[in-house]
T-cell receptor, first 117, second 114 residues
Framework: AQTVTQSQPEMSVQEAETVTLSCTYD???????LFWYKQPPSRQMILVIR??????QNATENRFSVNFQKAAKSFSLKISDSQLGDTAMYFC??????????????FGQGTILTVHP | EAQVTQNPRYLITVTGKKLTVTCSQN?????MSWYRQDPGLGLRQIYY???????DKGDVPEGYKVSRKEKRNFPLILESPSPNQTSLYFC?????????????FGPGTRLTVL
């Protein structure tokens, strides 16, 4: 069974600075996808960025980028130039690209990020 | 607008009183699923459906039922709710169950069982 661990329950950062959220996972699969979701106070789940395991290049989306270390099973999210609107709970998630996961996303515990003005 | 809708958004009920949380998507997605979110546990899958009349258990199915009679709808049924089902519930849908299809989430339903 796959597991996803986020060891930082809470993080804070000053506006315009950079912050990195950590995520580790455990799987015996070789082909899978990893995601970061943002959940603002509205509770809506918003996909921030995703990484395909077979791609060595780290994914980037504007101010958001990941550091994917497949051998270490690590998938951290870096937010550059933090903005007040980045304040949210962030979830790391995993899904197996093979047939056995049946579309299931396995989530970490979440990290509450607060951006201070 | 492409979206997943859930109703109700908030619900307070009492132990044992049957309830249904509806989920509907307008994107013609084959795959739909339900998750519950609890503090310190993240989101966990309750049930999923790969298409009409095809449903199966996720990681935490006890105390829940689902049905998929139409492609767009995937209701979650709690026949005898208990306080340990107090949680935040999300419905999600994607084109298929394939990993590369983005999953779209509904706005969430906050359920309190007294």
């Amino acid at each position: 069974a796959q597991t996803v661990t986020q060891s930082q329950p809470e993080m804070s950062v000053q506006e315009a600075e950079t912050v990195t959220l950590s995520c580790t996972y455990d799987t015996s699969e070789n082909n899978y996808y990893l995601f970061w979701y943002k959940q603002p106070p509205s509770r809506q789940m918003i996909l921030v960025i995703r990484q395909e395991a077979y791609k060595q290049q780290n994914a980037t989306e504007n101010r958001f980028s990941v550091n994917f270390q497949k051998a270490a099973k690590s998938f951290s999210l870096k937010i550059s130039d933090s903005q007040l609107g980045d304040t949210a709970m962030y979830f790391c998630a995993f899904t197996n690209a093979g047939g056995t996961s049946y579309g299931k996303l396995t989530f970490g515990q979440g990290t509450i990020l607060t951006v201070h003005p | 607008e492409a979206q997943v809708t859930q109703n109700p958004r908030y619900l307070i009920t009492v132990t044992g009183k049957k309830l249904t949380v509806t989920c509907s998507q307008n994107m013609n997605h084959e795959y739909m699923s339900w998750y519950r979110q609890d503090p310190g546990l993240g989101l966990r899958q309750i049930y999923y459906s790969m298409n009409v009349e095809v449903t199966d258990k996720g990681d935490v199915p006890e105390g829940y039922k689902v049905s998929r009679k139409e492609k767009r709808n995937f209701p979650l049924i709690l026949e005898s709710p208990s306080p340990n089902q107090t949680s935040l519930y999300f419905c999600a849908s994607s084109l298929t169950q394939r990993a590369w299809n983005e999953q779209f989430f509904g706005p969430g339903t906050r359920l309190t069982v007294l």
